[in-house]
Structures are given as structure tokens and as C-alpha cells.
């Protein structure tokens, strides 16, 4: 089992739609969550941290689970500026790895005009 | 921006010959990383460092060694390259403080072809 699961997609959704990304880790001792975005032939980009209650940022909101080990990203409004690769991207603490970072394989978002 | 660059962007190499990315920061962060990303696998972690010359293994660092004798650059070499060591690569910095939650930020990428 991977220790970062994501729906690959791809999600093809129209201008304006809402779109949630969800994402399951296996390890309970994880402590940071994220969500990166990925355009193509680029680096990954931090979009944002997801904390413990939820958060939102304009038009996205991300929430985490514990009990469930699930994070979920939510787009409103989608933009076709949206269009990229979405990373669901977990931190677990350990001794000697205290900032390494597991990634998910990532979910592919088109958005179509 | 994190004030990070990759050199050189873009390498075609031969099997069997040695190759060295390197990777450069101007905000004197202590973590760095080199990750590989490949279709279906996402990125994955090569190598670490945590300071000058204090280095880990990450997951895959088989055919790969590091380097890092001063805060700013962070080298990846592959001794003999082979023809799987065909990928993208990342370097990453980690950003220290109380408030950090460990938020990485990514160089622009090398892209090595192994042929």
C-alpha cells in the first residue's frame, strides 16, 4: 500500500465548477499535511498547508481527517488557471527525518472553457 | 520565490558516464533534498542533507551520492549513469522557524536523459 494515496484523474471539469480532491495517508503518526499544484514540465508549488480545523484560501479549502487519515482539497469556481497537477504531500516526524516529506502521485485537473 | 537554481537544466548523457547536477541556494536554509520524479511514481527522495557535510539516504538513493561542502549548494552525482536513472530532478529547500509547519520549496528541476 502506498503511503500517500490519490485519485490520479484525470478530472476534466467545466469553467466554474467545483471540484474536491481527496487524498489518504497510512500512517497515523503523520503531523504536517499540504497540497502542492504542478503545472507541466515545472516544479511543484506549495498551494497550501492544511491545518488541524481546515482552512481556505479564496477559492480553495482543504480539511484533514485524523481519525480517517484523509485530506480533502475543494476548488470553488473553478479557472482554466487551475488547470495542473494537484500533490497531496504528508509530513511524518520521526527521529533523523524530522522534515521529510512523502508525496502522492497526484490528481491531473483540466478545466475546459 | 526561495532563491533556488539547478544546474544544468537539461543533461543528455551517456550510459556508463558520471554525471553532477548541482543545486544552489542564496538564503542559507540548512535542510536540502534531491528528489527524482517519474511518471506513476511521483517524487521520491534521493538524498538529504542537514547541514555542511551532514547527509542521509532517502528512499531511493541507490547509484546516487551527495555532496555538500558549504550552506549554499547541494550536489547529486551519479558515479555511472544508467539508462533508469532517466528522470526529472528536484532539489528542494525546507524553510526553519517556530512557525514552519516543514514546507518545502522546489528548484526548477534538472531533466537527465540516460541513453
Known amino acids: 500500500r502506498k503511503e500517500v494515496e490519490q485519485d490520479p484523474g484525470p478530472f476534466n471539469v467545466p469553467e466554474g465548477a467545483t471540484v474536491a480532491f481527496n487524498c489518504t495517508y497510512s500512517n497515523s503518526a503523520s503531523q504536517s499535511f499540504f497540497w502542492y499544484r504542478q503545472d507541466c514540465r515545472k516544479e511543484p508549488k506549495l498551494l497550501m498547508s492544511?491545518?488541524?480545523s481546515g482552512n481556505e484560501d479564496g477559492r480553495f479549502t482543504a480539511q484533514l481527517n485524523r481519525a480517517s487519515q484523509y485530506i480533502s482539497l475543494l476548488i470553488r469556481d473553478s479557472k482554466l488557471s487551475d488547470s495542473a497537477t494537484y500533490l497531496c504531500?504528508?509530513?511524518?516526524?520521526?527521529?533523523?527525518?524530522?522534515?521529510?516529506?512523502?508525496f502522492g502521485s497526484g490528481t491531473q485537473l483540466t478545466v475546459l472553457p | 520565490d526561495a532563491g533556488i537554481t539547478q544546474s544544468p537544466r537539461h543533461k543528455v548523457t551517456e550510459t556508463g558516464t558520471p554525471v553532477t547536477l548541482r543545486c544552489h541556494q542564496t538564503?542559507?536554509?540548512?535542510?536540502m533534498y534531491w528528489y527524482r520524479q517519474d511518471p506513476g511514481h511521483g517524487l521520491r527522495l534521493i538524498h538529504y542533507?542537514?547541514?555542511?557535510?551532514?547527509?542521509d539516504k532517502g528512499e531511493v538513493s541507490d547509484g546516487y551520492s551527495v555532496s555538500r561542502s558549504k550552506t549554499e549548494d547541494f550536489l547529486l552525482t551519479l558515479e555511472s549513469a544508467t539508462s533508469s536513472q532517466t528522470s526529472v530532478y528536484f532539489c528542494a529547500i525546507t524553510t526553519s522557524g517556530p512557525s514552519s509547519y516543514n514546507e518545502q520549496f522546489f528548484g526548477p528541476g534538472t531533466r537527465l536523459t540516460v541513453l
Open positions: 504531500v504528508v509530513n511524518l516526524v520521526t527521529s533523523g527525518s524530522a522534515r521529510q516529506l512523502t
Open positions: 492544511v491545518y488541524s
Open positions: 542533507s542537514y547541514g555542511v557535510k551532514d547527509t
Open positions: 538564503e542559507n536554509h540548512r535542510y
